[in-house]
């Protein structure tokens, strides 16, 4: 990266760069302050009330120290990425870099998710009560299903109401496990391996977001932060990681189609990705605004829109001509959810509880980050550094706007990946990667050593 992007890192900046560091350091102690609160807040409230119906506030989590088989190899990939990752995402050829980046993030996923061992950590997360796994039987007749799916929906409606996350979702996330079974790849097992296989992608869709609307020096620095991830706690043990891949591929072709590359083709795939997406969560719909920084950026809007609207077009019309109507499926689930836990939920805490969770899953350095993007954005400069704030801004966003909807109280740690997720290239703006990446990791595996996550 050029030194003109980062504040103070020009020759004659000591000064400047201390400062910069003791601002980093005041914003890593906010965020580590507003996680404090919660957690103190929280546990009196929920042993108070019983209202905020998680063990240990503001995670859906408890407490219990363990090891597992997993522990070695995380450790040994923290230190591999910490040592070594900024160099090699510096020298690696691109192609090289996003299948390193992949590997690496299998690697580190896999590895937290075995910490709880096999049956706990990967083979039994998407088979409990409130899972997909647990209605393939009655997707024998998908259109059937599908035409009876909001039916469902409702505790009270019908005699076999769906579990939570067939009824919090559109049917495009059962239907992919349906599928998976009818290909020989059912059970608990398959799933893990799907949700975390496709899930790792994700970062690579990211980086090639970056490189194409702000530069690559800036992706490469990123890249490492994108592995380490603290939020891969919850990645490999829940749908999420997948949801989180399929949108950043679609933010990430349409940032290809923006900007003259193909953008007929690559156009009509980000909105086939974009209707998948909203099909396999309704909260997902907010990433238009994501896709609205990337028209922002783009050098040209106009060409590639009407490609990606009619692949955009495709997902509903098929989904709607089997029966499934989006919006009174989510009319339903706003009833739904007011029936239960989070219509219980007090939005008072949790308005601001959700915010501290994610301290925890995109980690300490990303407050630091946040603080930087904040003050290039500010400059309004135009270089490559404001270009990536402007990216996670519209994330940030995305964020905000789900938060104060109210159908996102608790277990965002979980329900916000795919939105988390785009606040770790803030990362590239700060200087002594290592020390910030060692940070990272040593979060993540206090997380998953600590407490027996939900999710």
């Known amino acids: 990266m050029t030194r003109d992007l980062l504040p103070g890192a020009g020759p004659d900046a000591r000064p400047d760069t201390r400062r910069d560091l003791r601002r980093d350091l005041y914003a890593v102690a906010a965020a580590a302050l507003l996680f404090a609160v919660a ?59 996003l299948l390193a980046v992949w590997v690496a993030g299998m690697a580190w996923t896999w590895s937290l998710a075995l910490i709880d061992g096999w049956q706990r950590g990967i083979a039994r997360r998407l088979t409990t009560r409130y899972e997909y796994l647990q209605v393939i039987d009655r997707f024998q007749d998908i259109p059937q299903t599908l035409r009876d799916f909001t039916r469902h929906i409702v505790v009270g409606a019908s005699p076999e109401h769906w579990p939570a ?14 599928y998976l079974d009818r290909v ?56 999420d990681g997948y949801f989180a891949a399929v949108a950043a591929w679609a933010v990430a072709l349409l940032a290809l189609a923006v900007t003259g590359h193909r953008p007929r083709w690559t156009g009509l795939a980000s909105g086939l990705l974009f209707g998948l997406t909203v099909y396999l969560s309704y909260g997902l719909t907010l990433f238009v605004v994501i896709a609205a920084a990337v028209l922002l950026l783009g050098s040209e809007r106009t060409r590639p829109l009407p490609f990606a609207l009619a692949g ?70 135009g270089t490559a550094a404001f270009r990536l704030g402007v990216l996670v801004l519209g994330a940030l966003v995305a964020m905000v706007v789900a938060d104060l909807s109210g159908m996102s109280k608790a277990e965002t740690e979980r329900i916000w990946l795919p939105f988390a997720l785009w606040l770790l290239p803030a990362c590239a703006l700060l ?25």
């Not at 859906?60 to 900024?86: K, N, S």
């Not at 996350?165 to 349906?178: D, K, R, S, W």
């Open 39 to 97: 957690a103190l807040l929280g546990t009196a409230i929920e042993h108070r009330d019983g209202t905020l119906f998680v063990n240990w506030p503001p995670l859906l989590a408890d407490w219990g120290p363990h090891t597992g088989p997993g522990t070695p190899a995380a450790i040994a990939v923290a230190v591999a990425v910490v040592a070594y990752g900024p160099a090699v995402a510096a020298r690696l050829s691109w192609r090289g870099l």
């Open 165 to 178: 996350h067939i009824a919090g979702h559109p049917p495009a996330a059962t239907l992919t496990f349906v």
């Open 184 to 239: 020989g790849l059912g059970g608990g097992a398959w799933a893990g391996v799907w949700c975390i296989t496709v899930g790792a992608t994700a970062a690579l869709g990211i980086l090639v977001t970056v490189r194409t609307l702000a530069d690559e020096k800036l992706a490469r620095r990123a890249a490492p932060f994108l592995v380490l991830v603290p939020g891969a706690v919850w990645m490999g043990t829940s749908a």
């Open 312 to 381: 955009f077009a495709v997902v509903p019309v098929v989904f709607t001509a089997s029966g499934f109507y989006w919006w009174e499926a989510y009319d339903l689930l706003v009833t739904r959810y007011n029936q239960g836990a989070g219509g219980i939920r007090p939005q008072a805490y949790w308005v601001w509880a959700n915010l501290a969770c994610q301290v925890l899953v995109v980690g300490l350095a990303t407050a630091a980050g946040l603080r930087r993007t904040g003050t290039v954005i500010a400059r309004g400069n």
């Open 431 to 455: 200087t002594g990667a290592r020390a910030w990446l060692a940070a990272q990791a040593v979060l993540a595996l206090l997380v998953n050593h600590l407490l027996l996550t939900g999710w």
